[in-house]
C-alpha cells in the first residue's frame, strides 16, 4: 500500500464519519459521540501503523488491534470497510437480525480480532496478547483503545499494573480522552485525574496528544517510542460528537438513532466542515 499523505488520512476519517452517521441512521442506531470521537486515532493505526493486510486477516504475524470500548464498534466497521477488509456496502447490513456487524464488536467480521463490550476487559486481553508474542519471540505489537469512562473499572488498573510488572514493552494503550461518559463528565463521575501520573505509577510511558491530530498520533504510535521494559499509553484529547458542532462535546450525543432529516443534516454537517477545511488549506 502506498503511504497515505495527510490529506489522505484526513478523507478517510471524514469517510469513516460519513458511515458512523449511516449507521446510527438505521433502526438499530448507535453510539454515536463515542464513535466519531475515534476517527483519527482509527485511521492513523490503521492506515499508518498496524501491521496488517486486509486481504489475510488472520496473518500470524500480524500487528493486533483491541477495541475496548466495544460501544465504539460501529467506528471500527467504518475504518475496517474504508481500509478493504470487507465491502464498504455492507455497512447497510449493520443491525439486521442476520447481520454480523452487530452494536458490539463481532469477531465473525473480517478485522475484528476479539468480541468486547463488556468494559474494562480489554487491556487484560492486550496483556495476554504482548506476553504471547513475547514467549514466541514475535515482534508484533498490541494496540488497545479504551474510553476514559471505562478507566473507573478496577479490572483496567490490575491489568496495568501486569504490564508494568512484566515490562510488556509491545503494548501500547490509547485512552480516547473526550472528559464524558453516559451520565455525564467523568471527572463529576469518578475523577481520573492526575491521569498520567497514575499511568506512570504503574509503570509505563506516557505520551499526551491530540487525538484529532493525524500527525502526532502517529508520531506518539511509532516504534522509536517503545521504551524497553515499559508499556506505553497514549492520553488522546478528543471531542465526543467530533464533526457535528451541534452535538460536539455534549452528553446527548452519547447514543442516537437518526431519522432521515437528522442524518441529511448530519452528513450536510460533515461535508461543510471537510470543504471550509479544504478552502482555508
Not at 493486510?53 to 475496517?80: C, E, N, Q, W
Not at 463529576?188 to 510511558?205: C, I, K, Y
Request: glycine share 12%; charged share 25%; with cysteine.
Amino acid at each position: 500500500m502506498v503511504t497515505p499523505t495527510e490529506d489522505d488520512l484526513a478523507a478517510h476519517a471524514h469517510r469513516v464519519r460519513e458511515l458512523i452517521v449511516r449507521m446510527c441512521a438505521t433502526p438499530e442506531g448507535g453510539h454515536l459521540g463515542g464513535s466519531m470521537s475515534l476517527a483519527e486515532i482509527l485511521v492513523t493505526l490503521y492506515f499508518r501503523v498496524l501491521r496488517i493486510d486486509p486481504r489475510r486477516p488472520d496473518d500470524a504475524g500480524r500487528d493486533m488491534f483491541v477495541l475496548s470500548k466495544g460501544h465504539g464498534a460501529i467506528a471500527l466497521y467504518a475504518t475496517l470497510a474504508t481500509r478493504g477488509f470487507f465491502d464498504v456496502s455492507r455497512i447497510a447490513e449493520y443491525g439486521r437480525p442476520d447481520s454480523a456487524l452487530t452494536a458490539h464488536p463481532n469477531p465473525a467480521v473480517p478485522g475484528v480480532e476479539m468480541p468486547t463490550g463488556s468494559l474494562g476487559h480489554g487491556l487484560a486481553i492486550g496483556v495476554g496478547v504482548a506476553l504471547d508474542s513475547r514467549l514466541s519471540g514475535s515482534d508484533r505489537r498490541c494496540f488497545v483503545v479504551m474510553g476514559d469512562g471505562e478507566l473507573q473499572e478496577g479490572s483496567v488498573w490490575e491489568a496495568a499494573m501486569a504490564a508494568g510488572s512484566l515490562a510488556l514493552d509491545g503494548l501500547t494503550a490509547v485512552i480516547d480522552r473526550n472528559g464524558l461518559q453516559i451520565t455525564g463528565p467523568t471527572e463529576d463521575t469518578v475523577g481520573l485525574e492526575p491521569l498520567a501520573d497514575r499511568w506512570r505509577s504503574f509503570g509505563w510511558s506516557v505520551v499526551e496528544v491530540d487525538g484529532h491530530d493525524p500527525r502526532q498520533l502517529q508520531e506518539a504510535f511509532a516504534p522509536a517510542r517503545r521504551l524497553a521494559g515499559r508499556p506505553t499509553v497514549v492520553l488522546a484529547r478528543t471531542i465526543k460528537g467530533r464533526g457535528l458542532a451541534y452535538v460536539e462535546g455534549q452528553t446527548r450525543s452519547h447514543y442516537a438513532r437518526l431519522g432521515g432529516r437528522q442524518q441529511q443534516r448530519a452528513l450536510a454537517a460533515l461535508s461543510a466542515r471537510r470543504a471550509g477545511k479544504e478552502q482555508k488549506g
